[in-house]
């Protein structure tokens, strides 16, 4: 009992040896998380980056979920120590948000002891969501910006109209958007629909055939990050 009468359950014993097998096996699933952020990730940050605060996150959950299920007085210390935890840098991307979550959601499920369904749960999941981003690959149309820089236009008598004849016979359509000329380069900037990722390798071929020194640049504009 303590100083204002109230009588705290008493905590329950905390066992080392659980503890570490739940660090361990949380240790290989965020392996594996970090491993599918990097291979399944659309995200344009740099991935490998992002992928290794995956660890420290899950692990980190599993030893708070441990040490605080056994107190009701613990609990609701972490509740007031939380309330004032700002996280200073936004996450600006969904899918960088889905895999911090998926990392609490393991270090929860094995700082409750639920060893099992939590690996039998994630496995399922980053299997599903594998499956669904390799079918997906190479069977939607892309809306890319594609930017071109002819050092030598002057190869040519009209080159914008020539640059147009070799990319719409790759495209379903082009939209012409920009046109910049300096110190005798040409760079002109494309929002294009590519029917299919094939496509994409195939114009590059063809452009770099048909006007030699050309640098082509793609951008998926659907994952470009918001300012």
Do not use: C
């Not at 600006?92 to 002891?113: Q, S, T």
């Not at 071109?148 to 958007?177: K, T």
């Amino acid at each position: 009992m303590n100083q204002l009468g109230i009588n705290w359950p008493a905590g329950a014993p905390l066992s080392v040896g659980t503890l570490v097998i739940n660090l361990l096996v949380g240790a290989v699933l965020a392996l594996i998380l970090r491993w599918h952020f990097q291979r399944f990730g659309s995200t344009l940050s740099n991935r490998s980056e992002f992928a290794q605060v995956f660890p420290f996150i899950l692990l980190t959950t599993i030893l708070i979920i441990t040490v605080v299920k056994s107190s009701l007085a613990l609990s609701l210390g972490l509740v007031g120590a939380l309330s004032i935890v700002r996280f200073r840098t936004p996450i600006k991307e969904p899918e960088e948000l889905a895999y911090l979550f998926m990392a609490i959601a393991m270090g929860l499920g094995l700082g409750a002891d639920q060893l099992l369904p939590t690996v039998v749960a994630s496995l399922f999941i980053l299997g599903v969501i594998g499956l669904l981003r390799r079918s997906r690959v190479g069977r939607e149309p892309k809306n890319l910006y594609l930017s071109l820089e002819w050092q030598n236009p002057s190869a040519s008598d009209e080159p914008i109209q020539a640059l147009q004849g070799v990319i719409a016979r790759h495209v379903s359509s082009g939209d012409l958007r920009r046109v910049d000329k300096r110190n005798g380069a040409l760079e002109v900037t494309y929002f294009v629909d590519v029917p299919h990722a094939d496509n994409i390798a195939a114009l590059i071929e063809d452009l770099e055939r048909s006007f030699p020194g050309l640098g082509v640049t793609f951008i998926d504009q659907n994952q470009m990050p918001s300012i």
